[in-house]
């Protein structure tokens, strides 16, 4: 019989793919069964009150052996990372949580014998010499960022995990994420987030990225359903495991600023590119997601217009109640 996921621990669940994930888990396995965990940040009204919250040092394997224990998890999905900005200004860091934080999942994972465990990688997998349009799957992975060489190595551990030891561990390569409940921290694709956000309140943006800027991105309701389908199929379809090329959509930063400015006319963007120009530069323009559509379903449904619709309705609603706060 296969074994099934009943105690679920969410790792990074105050950032911006945690707290949306955390509440979409709760309403799907029941609220008790999901156990929301954060480091340093408190965690909003939404997730503290609507089930188990613990702070845990991912990068101190003692705190998250304490809570796994506790709660008696078999799942977990591992978001707290450092991201590309972020993790420029402070490699260390990004070591840190991302290499020990991973590892140290991985071995209490393996000890506690828990039954799957979800790490997401990102496009930050891929540098200068990668093919940019169409970025395959199996490619060449030569990062230019700290953040970049701690997914690699990432990806490179978990597969490990599950040849060596049979651990089911499952990732894939996610893009820029748009949401609109809790900001990203410290990415290079965070530009696509702030800028929704700064057209209803101030009409008006400034890019840290060239108008030319292209990535390939996704809105939070498929980035959920990315992390639940693949943490659901069936691992006897899996040909991969932990490193899935996934996207929705792709767009210069231009574009986005022009669907925006259909819905805002008078809304205006200029691009004053900074360090975070050089991260971009090295990142695909679109991604081969090919391999997560043969092996597990994989179907995206926002693409820029649906999604951008959307963002404005649910921003807008929000700036109109004297809600747009961040
Ligand atoms: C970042 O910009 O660092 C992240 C990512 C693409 O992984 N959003």
Redesign the pocket.
Known sequence: MAKEMKRIMVTGSVG?IGSELTMALRKKYGNDNVLATGHITKPSPALRDSGPFEFIDVAKRETIERVVKKYNIDTIYHLS?I?????EENPQLAWDVNINGTYNILEVALDNKLVRIFV?????VFGLETPRDNTPQETILRPT?M?GVT?VAGELLCDYYVKRFGLDVRGCR????ISNITL?G?????FAVAIYFEAVKNKKYTCFVREDTM?PMMYMPDCLKAAIDLMEADLSRLKHHCDFNVTAMSFTAGELAAEIKKHIPEFTCEYKPDF?QA??DS?PNSLDDSAAREEWGWQPGYDLSAMTRDMLRVLSKRHAEGKLNY
């Not at 997401?120 to 930050?124: D, E, L, V």
Request: no cysteine.
């Open positions: 911006q990372a991201l590309s900005a972020v993790g997401p990688s990102s496009i930050a960022t953040y997914k996610y893009p820029g994420i990203p410290g990415g290079t694709t965070d990535l975070r991260i971009a990142w």
